[in-house]
């Protein structure tokens, strides 16, 4: 499975950076900080590569180090950017006795990708989650905000052909 | 609102229109209201879409000052989502179609006659429309901490008021002393909902005397739900999101503390929303803030979001987090009542914790004690799921069995299944066999049986699902979720996953099962937080009541469910074979071939599967519309 990780450059706009910085000084003197600090700076940027970070760095006097352990810490800071479109398949434990897990081994045989990864065409990015509360249709998956629910594994063509 | 007699005008004034949403007979402004479930999971069957569709359709036939509309929380019943009420009638429509809306607004709502035909089917008793709480879902549940969800709309802090919301805050804060606060607490017998069931007023009693001189001390609220399955706090938390304001605000006054955060998931948006607005609307009402009910007590609450890591439900996790830190969990004792965030003592408690606070404030501690069973008073919500009829959220009392929380408010197990297991705690729990079906549910009981409360997802399983997948499942979850501080749940974890997986795949011995066995019990007693002393449950409590599966995967090298892939074999029955070759087709391994037997009665000759090739991928299965093929 091929990746596209490491290929994008970061495409950080002065406009990104202007926002960013204006976060940080709303923020920077309330103690704990660097959580929403790092949520907002991540929805400006969709993702939180090095740059970043550094920006965040030089901006609250917090070491480059204590950021990036922190990023790598939570499932939800990502230091690679997403797809277009993030399928995220509900691998809680109601749509796991349902079938998710088939349905993400499908989705990640048709993509051609791993878990956590990006077509290489920034198309699409697939993750695997822990339950978005929505068991009452499992087995669920999410395409950015459009929840599928109550699938089998032949629903995985149809889905992926709405959005390619 | 600085007095309650303020509370108590805006109160009356709403107190009709909801009470009409609970017994019928109350006076409103309206004619009718339209409850929709605005909750994560009517929402994501489209539930908007009908609101809207309402709106429309109101606005063209005039309809916009005769009924009201209100969006809801969740109703319980998310297997029958959308779900659509309309009161003073109380008819529920399930699974509801935007299509369907004209006919019910021209019907039902103009003409005055509910469509039978779209009502949830239990409802309808020939002519008679039966009440809702009469249907096998609701009858046997006692709401306490879901009452306002699915009957009040969240985003409006006046129709929580209307439902004598603020009024607990409004006594204790001119009746009651502190200790007054907490003694109540404590003779109700509230023990904390999130799984560990640590009796609640000992919490805040620690906290208000600990540490006697504190400058600072903190409430928060635990709202990072994020054993997979379990979704009640959400639930709360979307419909119903200022009782959790109100008790934490209580909990601020009985400890002594000004400052109060929510720790909630991001994975859950509407939840987020509901309590931002929720939060503004009580400033703006001056339920939070300075000099509540014209006291000298102030108190504010801030959010504070997750960001995906399930160890973050570990309350000393979940304050290094909000401190901004990697959310690793810290050695107790100093327990948080001592030192918690930011060093000051702090009270942690769960969602439904706090939704039961202003009940039990309100009716005595008296009432609330008189639920439940000796050890365990009130009741529990349980997020039902899994393989089971009513998918949903319920509310019983404590010490209901699980038979009756399975079997008929669940409505058992669809399409004539076997009932295999029951797994509550999430990865935290354990498996409970169908002989432990009788036994009234509390903590205490749940321990004894190998399991545990845990927040209170239940996941019915059944003859389809294999134990040691299960486990392994489970494993998969805490190797990831493990933050990796201390070495037992770090590399025991991985080691034990290692097994499952080798034992999943056929390759087990015996051996491996008395080796996996030996390491659940060291680390359960060397795990430095709760992730890792339960982490092996899952694994325990399948080994204790279904040994005999592990051995079929181990000795005879089968998985009796037809789950693990490796351990099975694929065949066709040639007798039932027609011979059509369909399955020949739907082949990728092309692995299916004609041989010359014709089977009686039979035209063509049947096929055969070369088990050599057989990628065991299913497809031929699924394919074969004459059930000759069985996979063993």
């Known amino acids: ?164 | 609102m600085k007095t309650l007699e303020e509370l108590n005008v805006v109160r009356d004034s709403l107190a009709g229109e909801v009470a009409l949403r609970t017994h019928g007979n109350a006076s409103s402004k309206y004619e009718r209201h339209v409850l929709v479930c605005g909750g994560t999971g009517c929402t994501s069957s489209g539930s908007p879409k009908i609101i809207e569709k309402l709106n429309e359709e109101f606005a063209a036939k005039g309809l916009t000052d005769k009924v009201q509309i209100v969006k809801t929380g969740c109703f319980g019943l998310c297997e029958r989502g959308p779900i659509m009420i309309v009161y003073p009638e109380g008819s529920f429509y399930s699974r509801v179609n935007v299509d369907e809306i004209p006919r019910i607004v021209d019907e039902h709502l103009i003409g005055g006659n509910p469509v039978k035909e779209f009502l949830y089917e239990e409802t309808v008793d020939g002519d008679d429309i039966k009440a809702l709480d009469d249907t096998s879902f609701y009858k046997k549940q006692h709401r306490v901490a879901l009452r306002n969800c699915g009957v009040i709309d969240p985003e409006n802090i006046n129709e929580y008021i209307g439902r004598d919301g603020y009024q607990a805050l409004g006594k204790v804060l001119t009746t009651m002393t502190p200790e007054d606060v907490i003694q109540t607490i404590l003779d109700s017998g509230l023990r904390g909902r999130g799984g560990g069931g640590f009796p609640t007023g000992m919490k805040w009693k620690l906290a208000r005397n600990i540490v006697p001189d504190a400058d600072m001390k903190y409430v928060c609220c635990n709202a990072d739900e994020g054993d997979p399955g379990a979704f009640m706090d959400r639930s709360v938390l979307e419909g119903d999101p200022h009782v959790v304001l109100e008790a934490m605000t209580i909990a601020g006054y009985a400890i002594g503390a000004k400052q109060g955060y929510i720790y909630v998931r991001a994975e859950y948006p509407i939840a987020v929303e509901r309590l931002n607005i929720a939060i503004k609307q009580a400033r703006e009402a001056g339920m939070l803030g300075k000099n509540i009910f014209g006291t000298d007590f102030s108190f504010d609450i801030d959010l504070r979001l997750g960001a995906g890591a399930f160890v973050c439900g570990e309350e000393t996790a979940l304050m290094t987090s909000i401190e901004g830190n990697r959310g690793e969990p810290r050695p107790r004792p100093p327990f948080p009542a001592e030192k918690g965030l930011f060093q000051k003592p702090t009270i942690l408690n769960n969602v439904e914790t706090y939704a039961n606070i202003p009940q039990i404030i309100l009716n005595g501690a008296e009432w609330f004690a008189s639920m439940g069973t000796e050890k365990s008073k009130g009741t529990k919500v349980f997020a039902l799921g899994g393989k089971i009829r009513n998918t949903g959220l319920v509310e019983v009392p404590m010490g209901t069995t699980l038979r009756e929380v399975i079997e008929e408010i669940g409505g058992g197990i669809p399409n004539g299944k076997k009932f295999k297991a029951a797994q509550t705690g999430g990865p935290s729990g354990g498996c409970i066999s169908p002989e432990n079906f009788d036994i009234p549910i509390d903590y205490d009981n749940l321990i004894g049986i190998g399991s545990m409360m845990g927040s209170g997802g239940l996941i019915v399983m059944d003859e389809d699902n294999c134990m040691v997948d299960i486990a392994k499942f489970f494993l998969e979850f805490t190797v990831d979720e493990s933050c990796g501080k201390c070495t037992p749940c770090r590399i025991g974890t991985k080691r034990m996953y290692e097994i499952l997986d080798k034992i999943t795949k056929g390759k087990g011995t015996l051996e491996d099962i008395d080796k996996l066995e030996e390491l659940c019990y060291h680390i359960k007693a060397n795990s430095l937080c709760g992730l890792g002393q339960t982490a092996p449950n899952p694994v325990l409590s399948t080994l204790r009541y279904f040994r005999d599966e592990y051995i079929a995967h181990v000795v005879d090298k089968k998985c009796p469910a037809g789950v693990c892939k490796d351990l099975l074999s694929f065949e066709i029955v040639k007798d039932s074979c027609i011979g059509c070759g369909m399955c020949a087709k739907q082949c990728p391994a092309s692995a299916i071939t004609r041989t010359d037997y014709i089977a009686p009665g039979k035209k063509l000759a049947a096929m055969e599967i070369d088990k050599t090739k057989c990628v065991k991928c299913g497809a031929c299965i699924a394919s074969c519309k004459f059930k000759a093929i069985i996979k063993k």
């Open chain 1, 1 to 164: 499975m091929n990746s596209a990780k490491s290929t994008v450059p970061f495409k950080g706009t002065p406009e990104q950076e202007a926002q960013l910085l204006s976060v940080i000084a709303e923020k920077k003197d309330t103690q704990g900080a660097l959580m929403p600090i790092l949520q907002k700076a991540q929805e400006i940027y969709g993702y939180l590569p090095i740059e970043v970070q550094k920006i965040i760095s030089n901006n609250t006097g917090i070491p480059l180090e204590k950021i990036y352990g922190v990023v790598t810490f939570y499932a939800q800071f990502s230091l690679y950017p997403k797809g277009e479109y993030t399928i995220s398949v509900c691998l809680g434990t109601a749509c796991y006795v349902k079938g998710s897990g088939d349905i993400y081994d499908k989705l990640q045989e048709k993509l051609g990708i791993a878990g956590g990864e990006c077509t290489p065409d920034g198309k699409f990015s697939l993750d695997a989650c822990r339950c978005i509360g929505a068991c009452g249709l499992a087995p669920v998956l999410t395409v950015n905000e459009d929840v599928y629910g109550r699938l089998t594994v032949d629903d995985v063509d149809k889905i992926i052909a709405k959005y390619a």
